[in-house]
Antibody, heavy 115, light 107 residues
Framework: EVQLQESGPGLVKPSQSLSLTCSVT????????WGWIRKFPGNKMEWMGY???????SYNPSLKSRISITRDTSKNQFFLQLNSVTTEDTATYYC?????????WGQGASVTVSS | DVQMTQSPSYLAASPGESVSISCKAS??????LAWYQEKPGKTNKLLIY???TLQSGTPSRFSGSGSGTDFTLTIRSLEPEDFAVYYC?????????FGSGTKLEIK
């Protein structure tokens, strides 16, 4: 059974970078696609982007200049980096196995952007 | 981006009742709509994709219908474990977008 777990700092200062790790067990990230989704206070959800089994990426155009998704296949992990954060990036961040729909999710990591 | 309008935002019902949740897209998404269930302390669960295809493990009391711009999630004979938040998501075109959620509570 595939399991995903997000980890990373819960507090980030404005203008800094947000970095999260998604650790995957029970399934290789060299198969399928792997994505990041976030849920803002008030419950609006946003699809952020994905990294494929081959390492190619696709990002939401609204984030394209600030986002990077990378991976470490030796650790079966993939990563989210979001640069130049503002308070509007405060959200719960989810990683998920993805192929147009998300069929396995992590528990979510709450990230607050505040000075 | 395709805007997804989900309604109602809040719904109260009793176990045994049937409920329906609507999701409307701002343009045609063919049949490419998914439904998810969110419960505290659990990971989000994919219930239905491509409008009406039940994900493995989804109970048959859940059903999805619709095409184009109008979609419906129906839950027949509510069980106690069905009280949760439900989201729709279009998977027709990037960037994929979500509805605003429906909180289903026990009456």
């Amino acid at each position: 059974e595939v399991q995903l777990q997000e980890s990373g700092p819960g507090l980030v200062k404005p203008s800094q970078s947000l970095s999260l790790t998604c650790s995957v067990t029970g399934y290789s990230i060299t198969s399928n696609y792997w994505g990041w989704i976030r849920k803002f206070p008030g419950n609006k959800m946003e699809w952020m982007g994905y990294i494929s089994y081959s390492g190619s990426t696709s990002y939401n155009p609204s984030l394209k200049s600030r986002i990077s998704i990378t991976r470490d296949t030796s650790k079966n992990q993939f990563f989210l980096q979001l640069n130049s954060v503002t308070t509007e990036d405060t959200a719960t961040y989810y990683c998920a196995r993805f192929y147009y729909v998300m069929d396995a999710w992590g528990q979510g990591a709450s990230v607050t952007v505040s000075s | 981006d395709v805007q997804m309008t989900q309604s109602p935002s809040y719904l109260a019902a009793s176990p045994g009742e049937s409920v329906s949740i609507s999701c409307k897209a701002s343009k045609s998404i063919n049949t490419y709509l998914a439904w998810y269930q969110e419960k505290p302390g659990k990971t989000n669960k994919l219930l239905i994709y491509s409008g009406s295809t039940l994900q493995s493990g989804t109970p048959s009391r859940f059903s999805g219908s619709g095409s184009g711009t109008d979609f419906t999630l129906t839950i027949r004979s509510l069980e106690p474990e069905d009280f949760a938040v439900y989201y729709c998501q279009q998977h027709n075109e990037y960037p994929f977008t979500f509805g605003s959620g429906t909180k289903l509570e026990i009456k």
